[in-house]
């Protein structure tokens, strides 16, 4: 056996990346997490050949200042949280400190950022992990990060990406739950060019929908609304004939945060019991805001799963939420409502 050695902090940043950034969508998914923990309410999202060979994301949020941009490559350097306590009272998407040192580390990095005080911005390259280069530059306020030549030092993990098509598609589903999560923020996606989607950033779900589903499909959706003294459940759930085959129409966020949950799932089809045929499933966008101490994020880096305190409870409030929704709409008869 050799002897024992704590690793480089590059190494650590390459290893880390491998469970981090899987593929471009993870890419995209870090950099609107950062732009919308900024609070951008503009942000533009370009591809080319579905990022492989460009992502590139700016906002108008708050900029990094630019003692601290050499920081925001350090591995666990995070502006979001400070002590344990701040971790079980997690407001921000972001809080491990870890994205953009593991995108800088598998590709070549440009980061440009100004915030509102300082007169000129600051220009930073990364590639593979290093710094290779730092300028004052003009720059709006805000931050722009492009990244060139995803994995171009990592080969297997290269080599394991899917087709152009598919990759673009999860990087389009991704961007499509941030724009129905934040419909109060005005989000663009090009891909070679081409405007993909965009939304009017009016803060107003039924018109993010719209951009993301169309207009006709979004006239078959009941608008949520319920509260109780723990949960507040926003959205829109589909009229029983807009049902589907498989599972995946049902979106869930908590506390704007896009999340997977079977739990939300099974609550939502239970509150369509008999509602719709056999083997047919609901559309539904579900907003989830909930104070953040009843819930744990901090489960998996991806952080797409999210532990319940209160399970039960919020399947019944979910439950009902759907059921008076459909309800306004004389959807449910009335009695089967209140059961
Ligand atoms: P985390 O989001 O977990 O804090 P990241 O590695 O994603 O970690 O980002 C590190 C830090 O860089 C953030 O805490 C934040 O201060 C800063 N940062 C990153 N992206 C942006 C952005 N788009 N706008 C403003 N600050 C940013
Ligand atoms: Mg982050």
Redo the contacts with the bound molecule.
């Keep these: 056996m050799a002897k024992i050695q704590v690793m480089s902090d590059l190494l650590a940043n390459k290893i880390a990346a491998g469970e981090v950034v899987e593929r471009p969508a993870s890419v995209v998914k870090?950099l609107l997490e950062?732009?919308l923990?900024?609070g951008a309410t503009e942000i533009l999202i370009e591809l080319q050949q579905a990022g492989l060979e460009m992502i590139r994301v700016a906002?108008n949020?708050?900029?990094?200042d630019s003692s601290d941009v050499p920081l925001?490559f350090e591995r666990h350097?995070?502006?979001?949280i400070l002590d344990d306590k701040d971790l079980f009272r997690i407001q921000t998407l972001?809080?491990?400190?870890?994205?953009?040192?593991s995108i800088a580390a598998v590709s070549r990095l440009q980061i440009k950022t100004r915030t509102s005080t300082e007169q000129a911005g600051t220009c930073l390259h990364v590639e593979a992990g290093r710094i290779t280069d730092s300028t004052v530059s003009a720059a709006k306020q805000g931050?722009e990060i492009s990244v060139q030549d995803l994995f171009f030092n990592t080969p297997a993990r290269l080599k394991y990406l899917k087709s152009m098509q598919t990759e673009l598609g999860h990087v389009v589903d991704f961007v499509e739950k941030m724009a129905l999560a934040r419909p109060e923020v005005a989000f663009r996606l090009y891909h070679n060019d081409r405007l993909l989607l965009q939304t009017p950033g009016d803060g107003v779900i039924l018109h993010a929908a719209a951009a993301v589903y169309g207009r006709e499909l979004v006239k078959q959706m009941a608008s949520v609304a319920w509260e109780n003294y723990d949960y507040r459940i926003t959205g829109l759930a589909g009229f029983p004939e807009l049902n589907r085959a498989n599972r995946n129409h049902c979106t869930f966020f908590v506390n704007g945060r896009y999340i997977k949950s079977y739990l939300l799932f099974q609550a939502v089809v239970n509150a369509y019991h008999t509602l719709l045929p056999i083997n047919r499933y609901p559309v539904c966008i579900l907003h989830i805001q909930l104070d953040p101490s009843l819930v744990d994020v901090n489960v998996h880096p991806t952080k797409l799963e999210v532990r319940f305190s209160e399970e039960k409870d919020l399947s019944i409030s979910v439950q009902q939420a759907i059921r008076s929704a459909l309800e306004q709409h004389s959807l449910v008869p009335k009695a089967v409502a209140k059961q």
């Design positions: 870090e950062n732009s923990d900024a906002d949020g708050s900029g990094i925001a350097a995070t502006s979001k972001g809080f491990r400190g870890e994205a953009l040192p931050t």
